[in-house]
Each structure stands twice: as C-alpha cells, then as structure tokens.
C-alpha cells in the first residue's frame, strides 16, 4: 500500500512558478514509477510527466514539456513538479500517482492516488 498527500498548489500570475510535492507512506515507494495528472473542470484528467523508480528516465505532454521538471526523491519518499512559465490553461485540480505498469502515460496504469491540489493561474 502507497498513501500520497500532494502540497503546494496554490493561486499564481501567468508567467509565475510554483512546486508541487508528494509525499508517499510506504516502505515500497522506491519500486514505484510516479506520475502526475491534472483535471480541469468539465474535462477529463490528462498525462503531466512520470518518472521511472530510479528517477533516470522522465516523460511529459508536449503541453509542459520545457516548461515543468519532474524529479524525485528516494530518500524522502517524494515526487516533486517544478512548474514554471504557468499558463491560465495550466489551471487545474493536480494529482500525483503510483504505480508499476508500462504506460506511463496512462492513468490506468497508477493504482495509488492522492487527494490532489489546486493550481490556478491568474491571467
């Protein structure tokens, strides 16, 4: 069992940054690939970035990539999101995942999920 606890959404002016963290319980987190999705209202939720286990191998939607930097952190048992240049389209419900499929794009292939946190990017 993996329980997430995403933090550091908040309200921010296009063009600004934010972080975001996950923190995981669980003695398996290392085993884990992670990812992040995000929800808008009325839309489905879509792909952000993952990143293997062992953090050597990351994946993005050409909508963030250049822009957002996924990493994490073993030690620590956390994923992090450094998302600069926001956009107002940014604005979303983000969620963090775990998980051990081959998609790492796919929502279906993450079993533990957080609770999610707010981004909103101000125009």
């Known amino acids: 069992q993996v329980q997430l606890v995403e933090s550091g959404g908040g309200l921010v002016q296009a063009g600004g940054s934010l972080r975001l963290s996950c923190a995981a319980s669980?003695?398996?987190?290392?085993?884990?690939?992670m990812g992040w999705f995000r929800q808008a209202p009325g839309k489905e939720r879509e792909f952000v970035a993952a990143i293997s286990w062992s953090g050597g191998s990351t994946y993005y939607a050409d909508s963030v990539k250049g822009r957002f930097t996924i990493s994490r952190d073993n030690a620590k048992n956390t994923v992090y999101l450094q998302m600069n240049s926001l956009k107002p389209e940014d604005t979303a419900v983000y969620y963090c995942?775990?998980?051990?499929?081959?998609?790492?794009?796919?929502?279906?292939?993450?079993?533990?999920w957080g609770q999610g946190t707010q981004v909103t990017v101000s125009s």
């Open positions: 669980g003695r398996t987190f290392s085993s884990y690939a």
């Open positions: 995942a775990a998980g051990d499929g081959l998609d790492r794009r796919s929502l279906y292939e993450y079993d533990y």
